[in-house]
T-cell receptor, first 114, second 114 residues
């Protein structure tokens, strides 16, 4: 079974803090994704990575950056957290061949910015 | 562009009732279609998928048929259980070079009461 783990289930930070969310997958997948989930808005893609050190912006990248130094690990960084970044953050991984379109999700990190 | 529309929730049903959650999509080409489920406190997991017109995906008593003529992929279950209480996301994938971009609907919350 594919396993995607996220570093924290719950996180509380102060406005202006730098926040790191980490995601690790164990299936040697090329593609990894960060989404945020908000009530009524579904999942919105923040950033994704299709290879080590490669990244592309998703639909809502403002205020976020990412890092992928190793294939299994994909980090989301909030450079200066703000209250409107309070949300559930979901990481996902996906195989690298066209047609392997199932995404595998971690349990999520619920971030509260005070 | 590609999009997914789901019926508004929340949906509340009694145990053993029949469930339908409507999903329609807009897409160019021939996307794969999915239903993902998110149980309380967890990430999303794939419930079922269909990759071409008239395919039926099924799992855990849930079914959905890929209807290209009506651009729909409605989720059904004949007899729901309390353990089916969750948020259900309809999604489609569209091929983007080396990976399949997945677009999610807003989700439909289901509560099943004894």
């Amino acid at each position: 079974d594919v396993k995607v783990t996220q570093s924290s289930r719950y996180l509380v930070k102060r406005t202006g803090e730098k926040v790191f969310l980490e995601c690790v997958q164990d299936m040697d997948h090329e593609n990894m994704f960060w989404y945020r989930q908000d009530p009524g808005l579904g999942l919105r893609l923040i950033y994704f990575s299709y290879d080590v050190k490669m990244k592309e912006k998703g639909d809502i990248p403002e205020g976020y950056s990412v890092s992928r130094e190793k294939k299994e690990r994909f980090s989301l960084i909030l450079e200066s957290a703000s209250t409107n970044q309070t949300s559930m953050y979901l990481c996902a991984s996906q195989g690298g061949t066209v047609g392997t379109d199932t995404q595998y999700f971690g349990p999520g990190t619920r971030l509260t910015v005070l | 562009g590609n999009s997914v529309t789901q019926m508004e929730g929340p949906v509340t049903l009694s145990e053993e009732a029949f469930l339908t959650i409507n999903c329609t999509y807009t897409a160019t080409g021939y996307p794969s279609l999915f239903w993902y489920v998110q149980y309380p406190g967890e990430g999303l997991q794939l419930l079922l998928k269909a990759t071409k017109a008239d395919d039926k995906g099924s799992n855990k008593g849930f079914e959905a048929t890929y209807r290209k003529e009506t651009t729909s992929f409605h989720l059904e279950k004949g007899s729901v259980q309390v353990s089916d209480s969750a948020v259900y996301f309809c999604a489609l994938s569209s091929m983007k070079t080396s990976y399949d971009k997945v677009i999610f609907g807003p989700g439909t919350s289901l509560s099943v009461i004894p």
